[in-house]
């Protein structure tokens, strides 16, 4: 037993040196001023607007596994953010959000730590509240954030893709060091 486990061990600390090595070179970033989200992309495919057309290009050519997180870059509170998602999540039909954190940590500028298998970018649009289904959760930011100017990046890692079963102790870890103000991570 000991030989088979010694062994699992080993592969497993070969794929993530080999993931995280990999992750490093490759890092995609963009940034988000919520008071410019369109209402029109309610309506319209986002996937062929001018101004997200590359970026979603660019998410969908690295379709394996990642790693992401939103970083606050505007002068925002915590309390700013959670009194305006929480009036957002009690207004009729509202659409399903993020769970928020019951304590956060002043100080962190983590707005929220994620991960997907495969398909960031419909991800991506989910967070953003262009998503068709209302029922899928997200950070919604068009429907509470632009209301208040938040600014945040979006930041991403891909894995390779014989990490996609272990992304979850990978996003459950980072969002433990970071302390997002949304998402439950416990």
């Not at 992750?23 to 410019?36: L, V």
């Not at 002068?75 to 957002?88: G, Q, S, V, W």
């Not at 068709?132 to 954030?145: E, F, I, M, P, R």
Request: with cysteine.
């Amino acid at each position: 037993m000991t030989e088979e486990l010694d062994k699992l061990q080993q592969d497993l600390i070969f794929t993530l040196e080999k993931s995280l090595n990999t992750a490093k070179q490759e890092p995609f970033h963009w940034k988000f001023d919520c008071a410019t989200l369109d209402s029109k992309h309610l309506k319209e495919d986002i996937r062929e607007s001018e101004e997200y057309r590359e970026m979603l290009k660019k998410l969908k050519a690295s379709n394996g596994p990642m790693l992401y997180w939103f970083k606050i870059t505007s002068n925002h509170t915590h309390d700013e953010i959670r009194n305006a998602l929480t009036a957002y999540k009690s207004t009729p039909n509202a659409r399903a959000s993020s769970a928020m954190r019951k304590e956060t940590i002043e100080g962190s500028r983590f707005l929220y730590v994620g991960k997907v298998k495969s398909n960031l970018w419909g991800r991506v649009i989910q967070h953003l509240g262009y998503n068709k289904n209302v029922q899928t959760s997200g950070l919604q930011l068009y429907h509470w954030a632009k209301e208040i100017g938040l600014k945040v990046d979006l930041n991403a890692v891909p894995f390779i893709p014989e990490m996609a079963d272990l992304m979850g102790l990978v996003e459950l870890k980072f969002a433990q060091e970071n302390h997002p103000i949304i998402g439950k991570h416990s």
